[in-house]
């Protein structure tokens, strides 16, 4: 991953909103959610909720297909694991983090 998709991608998540609506995606798993769906769940306006979900989408951290007169919003969790695993990438510098290593090392 390249540090300018990181830097989107940190930033669209540094967002109360968009962390709850990103997160409840990646619960929901390859199913995905509607947007009423989402509004219903965590209790956020329609209209905001559609801004903070274009923001994701622009950050690639969702997908989105349109599906009869709805959409459905997926977490693309291949850009997920592309940001952890840029964020973990030297962790312990570099060597297989054991549960012991992470505990001395905080990783």
Do not use: W
């Amino acid at each position: 991953m390249q540090e300018d998709q990181v830097i989107r991608s940190l930033s669209a998540l540094a967002h109360e909103a968009r962390l709850r609506v990103f997160r409840a995606l990646v619960v929901a798993g390859p199913e995905g959610l509607t947007p009423s769906a989402l509004a219903g769940q965590l209790g956020i306006a329609p209209n905001a909720l559609s801004f903070h979900l274009k923001e994701l989408f622009h950050a690639e951290l969702v997908s989105q297909e349109r599906l009869g007169r709805n959409v459905l919003y997926r977490a693309a969790f291949p850009v997920m694991n592309g940001l952890l695993a840029y964020l973990t990438e030297n962790c312990c510098q570099g060597a297989a983090c054991t549960p012991d290593a992470a505990a001395l090392c905080h990783c």
